[in-house]
């Protein structure tokens, strides 16, 4: 009986295997109508709205899918982009020469019409900000606002207003705005350590004054450095296409979240050419949070000049295959206190702080972020090779200076060596 039983179910899978097959290779849209209405119940019944976003695809309430599309992504994270509108006067004669060379055509600059008179000609720019709190702030680029005179925000909704410079980062070329409205449209943060290379991404801004555009591409390569846009670097590379004006615009994922702000393109004409660059939301939420809280952001110092071991000059300089040359050294600073001399070799750092671990060095890239994060005051133990013998030096970490030059071009022409 038994026997009879299992043959009877064998014979039963062997049939629908049989049917499923011939389906499957005669009508596959059957399959495919079944698998996608299961789906979208499932989506529909863990989260109901009006439209629903699975990495890329989008699909109505009423279970109608449109295939590959951004829709949700642009309708969620567009409101939050603003055009950031920045303007200086230029009343010498010296800055008109400027304003000329600069190809400004005083004649017919809008700037020119809203904000003054022909007796004050203005230099003017035009960015990008994100809404990044219902409180009113703003995160753009520093170069979108550097020396601005007057500031004036433009929603998406088509609200207008003047905004407050809170205070601006060159060293990461970040500013934060605030503007005085109520009902504002607050981007979401993503995390970035969700994010892998190849990964959809949007960017949105204002790309010539042509009015909020939405592109799309993918995340080319994470961390970018030694690249001279800003003292710290650890840029997000997108393929997106992002031109002038698109500055201090959002880099969102499929799903409409913040992974950065846009700063720059590399480009011999001013246009895109697919590689563009974002300044990681990591990055920015620590600048805003310390530009709120003081108005300024306060980093660690100890005053070196450093320099990779395997630039081409130096690669047969060492045995060593890890750390950073120093090449100079600032007199009375806090790394000449401690006895640090050119030549040295930096392999590693180790915070006195709540006895952090050691910290490898590989760049002085590394060395200058784990250096910016500890605390003006505190000590650490700089590990060190001296003439190949290995010496520990203990440093007091001062603050660093504010940066005596101004913001670099968005347009990467030369690449500069970062100082510490």
Same mark, same amino acid.
């Not at 000329?100 to 004649?107: A, I, R, S, V, Y």
């Not at 170069?143 to 004036?152: M, Q, T, Y």
């Given at each position: ?19 499923? %097959? ?19 119940? &499932?989506?529909?019944?863990? #989260? ?21 599309? $951004? ?8 409101? /939050? ?53 219902? #409180?009113? $702030? ?13 500031? =004036? ?9 003047? @905004? ?24 979401? %943060?993503? =995390? ?15 790309? %010539? ?6 592109? *799309? ?29 698109? &500055? ?17 393109? $590399? ?9 563009? %660059? ?31 071991? $395997? /630039? ?23 790394? @000449? ?23 490898? !060095?590989? /760049? ?9 994060? *500890? ?11 001296? #003439? ?6 203990? !440093? ?17 022409? =030369? ?6």
């Amino acid at each position: 009986m038994l026997k009879r039983l299992w043959l009877l179910f064998a014979q039963a899978v062997t049939a629908l295997l049989a049917v499923f %097959f011939i389906v499957a290779t005669l009508k596959p849209e059957w399959i495919y109508a079944v698998t996608k209405r299961t789906s979208i119940a &499932s989506e529909a019944n863990i #989260k109901s709205a009006p439209l629903l976003s699975l990495r890329g695809f989008s699909c109505n309430s009423d279970h109608s899918c449109k295939g590959m599309s $951004y829709a949700y992504a642009a309708e969620k994270a567009a409101p /939050s982009v603003v055009k950031v509108f920045s303007s200086t006067e230029a009343t010498t004669p010296k800055a008109l020469m400027v304003l000329k060379k600069q190809g400004q055509d005083l004649l017919f600059d809008p700037f020119f019409e809203a904000y003054g008179s022909r007796k004050k000609p203005q230099s003017a720019h035009l960015g990008s900000g994100v809404i990044v709190s219902g #409180k009113g $702030y703003i995160l753009t680029d520093a170069h979108v606002v550097n020396g601005a005179d007057h500031i =004036e925000v433009i929603l998406a909704d088509g609200r207008q207003t003047p @905004a407050k410079l809170i205070g601006t980062d060159a060293e990461t070329d970040l500013s934060v705005l605030k503007i005085d409205l109520e009902h504002l449209p607050v981007i979401h %943060f993503g =995390e970035l350590k969700d994010v892998r290379i190849g990964d959809v991404a949007l960017a949105i801004g204002n790309p %010539f004054g042509v009015g909020q555009t939405v592109t *799309m591409g993918i995340i080319s390569a994470l961390g970018r450095n030694d690249l001279g846009i800003s003292t710290f670097e650890n840029l997000i590379q997108t393929d997106a296409p992002i031109n002038p004006g698109n &500055s201090g615009g959002a880099l969102v994922d499929v799903q409409g979240n913040l992974l950065g702000i846009n700063t720059a393109i $590399y480009s011999r004409s001013g246009g895109s050419l697919g590689i563009g %660059f974002a300044i990681p939301i990591s990055t920015a939420s620590e600048v805003l949070k310390s530009i709120i809280a003081t108005g300024t952001v306060t980093r660690g110092w100890i005053g070196v000049e450093l320099q990779n071991i $395997y /630039s081409e000059q130096n690669h047969t300089a060492t045995i060593n295959p890890s750390g950073v040359i120093v090449s100079g050294v600032l007199q009375h600073g806090p790394a @000449a206190k401690a006895g640090v001399a050119t030549g040295d070799l930096i392999i590693g750092i180790t915070p006195h702080t709540k006895k952090l671990s050691r910290k490898t !060095v590989i /760049s002085h890239n590394q060395l200058l972020e784990l250096v910016a994060h *500890m605390q003006p005051g505190s000590k650490a133990t700089l590990h060190l090779l001296r #003439k190949n013998k290995p010496l520990n030096l203990t !440093v007091t970490i001062g603050r660093r200076p504010a940066p005596q030059r101004g913001t670099q071009s968005t347009e990467i022409e =030369e690449m500069e060596e970062d100082e510490d």
